[in-house]
């Protein structure tokens, strides 16, 4: 066995998506209405910040019959998600002064979303029906009022609208672009760590994509500021949505010109460079110092996963 096999590779997070969002019917109130008042219609429900799970000795269980989930509390927003067959899902937020009563419940587990998906608390065919409720809820929880006339606003479009009555405008959710790469140089990766990351861990650096800004130029732009690290030969790898609270990782390989860091304090802890076989050991848990990669359900598990599988000549 090669000592940079990895074993079998994970299954990127939130990217298991059973449900057929069907937008082209969120507009039809009669067949949503429809969806609603049958008796398989599912609902994920969010509460403030967190998720409500049910729990039993059969383990978690993120999805509600829909009339149970709106008896939990005082319901905010009920959005349209899709159908998984021809069963409808939905999203709902309950007010977030519910929280104590419904931890008060044994039957319910209160946590949230990030804790659910490094745990495997809930079935991945769960993960994005999951990340596109509490993204979208987060979104009219912080929007309610008109950003152009700041007239209260109304949910249509089965929640994937807001119409101000006052000026006609349209509001959308929105998805940040943020840019992820791992950068090499010959045999080695650049990886940084942020304060806010468990002790010991590593990962790829990760940026917003700015107004009028291609991928490529914030790829190369935020590996600079960050690290000091010049680059070239920016390549895409692969995307993530990452509803924290509602982003896409666009996942790309870089390949550095230079190798003197000057980290940026204001932004990260510490960067470094790691050779392959110091980037098995911290996929694999096992590296002397207690240093550690990525989670596995991450975007950037996956681009370091196939840096040391592929070796330093076939990354990109």
């Given at each position: 066995?090669?000592?940079?096999?990895?074993?079998p590779?994970?299954?990127?997070?939130?990217?298991?998506?059973?449900?057929?969002?069907?937008?082209?019917?969120?507009?039809?109130?009669?067949?949503?209405?429809?969806?609603?008042?049958?008796?398989?219609?599912?609902?994920?429900?969010?509460?403030?910040?967190?998720?409500?799970?049910?729990?039993?000795?059969?383990?978690?269980?993120?999805?509600?019959?829909?009339?149970?989930?709106?008896?939990?509390?005082?319901?905010?927003?009920?959005?349209?998600?899709?159908?998984?067959?021809?069963?409808?899902?939905?999203?709902?937020?309950?007010?977030?002064?519910?929280?104590?009563?419904?931890?008060?419940?044994?039957?319910?587990?209160?946590?949230?979303?990030?804790?659910?998906?490094?745990?495997?608390?809930?079935?991945?065919e769960h993960?994005?029906?999951?990340?596109?409720?509490?993204?979208?809820?987060?979104?009219?929880?912080?929007?309610?009022?008109?950003?152009?006339?700041?007239?209260?606003?109304?949910?249509?479009?089965?929640?994937?609208?807001?119409d101000?009555?006052?000026?006609?405008?349209?509001?959308?959710?929105?998805?940040?672009?943020?840019?992820?790469?791992?950068?090499?140089?010959?045999?080695?990766?650049?990886?940084?760590?942020?304060?806010?990351?468990?002790?010991?861990?590593?990962?790829c650096?990760?940026?917003?994509?700015?107004?009028?800004?291609?991928?490529?130029?914030?790829?190369?732009?935020?590996?600079?500021?960050?690290?000091?690290?010049?680059?070239?030969?920016?390549?895409?790898?692969?995307?993530?949505?990452?509803?924290?609270p509602?982003?896409?990782?666009?996942?790309?390989?870089?390949?550095?010109?230079?190798?003197?860091?000057?980290?940026?304090r204001?932004?990260?802890?510490?960067?470094?460079?790691?050779?392959?076989?110091?980037?098995?050991?911290?996929?694999?848990?096992?590296?002397?110092?207690?240093?550690?990669?990525?989670?596995?359900?991450a975007?950037?598990?996956?681009?370091?996963?196939?840096?040391?599988?592929?070796?330093?000549?076939?990354?990109?």
């Amino acid at each position: 066995m090669s000592p940079f096999d990895l074993g079998p590779k994970p299954r990127l997070g939130y990217t298991a998506d059973p449900v057929e969002r069907l937008s082209e019917r969120r507009g039809d109130a009669k067949f949503l209405a429809e969806l609603a008042g049958r008796s398989d219609a599912g609902a994920y429900v969010v509460c403030g910040d967190l998720v409500v799970l049910r729990q039993d000795q059969a383990g978690n269980d993120p999805l509600f019959a829909l009339l149970q989930a709106q008896g939990l509390g005082r319901v905010q927003e009920l959005i349209f998600l899709g159908t998984v067959g021809r069963a409808g899902r939905f999203g709902i937020s309950i007010d977030a002064g519910e929280i104590d009563p419904l931890k008060a419940k044994p039957e319910l587990l209160i946590t949230d979303l990030r804790s659910i998906a490094v745990q495997g608390l809930v079935g991945t065919e769960h993960l994005s029906a999951l990340a596109e409720a509490k993204a979208v809820l987060h979104w009219h929880a912080r929007h309610r009022f008109c950003a152009n006339c700041g007239a209260l606003t109304g949910a249509v479009q089965g929640g994937w609208r807001r119409d101000c009555p006052a000026c006609a405008a349209e509001h959308f959710p929105r998805t940040d672009p943020v840019v992820i790469m791992l950068v090499s140089s010959g045999d080695k990766v650049l990886l940084g760590r942020q304060k806010h990351f468990p002790p010991g861990m590593y990962s790829c650096l990760a940026g917003f994509v700015e107004v009028a800004e291609t991928v490529e130029d914030a790829v190369r732009r935020e590996i600079f500021e960050e690290s000091g690290i010049r680059c070239t030969d920016v390549k895409y790898y692969m995307t993530q949505p990452w509803p924290y609270p509602s982003s896409l990782m666009i996942g790309c390989t870089a390949r550095a010109t230079n190798e003197d860091i000057v980290v940026d304090r204001a932004e990260l802890e510490d960067a470094r460079w790691f050779d392959r076989r110091e980037a098995t050991l911290m996929i694999k848990r096992e590296h002397p110092d207690g240093l550690a990669g990525p989670h596995p359900f991450a975007i950037a598990h996956h681009l370091l996963g196939r840096w040391v599988h592929n070796g330093p000549d076939k990354h990109a």
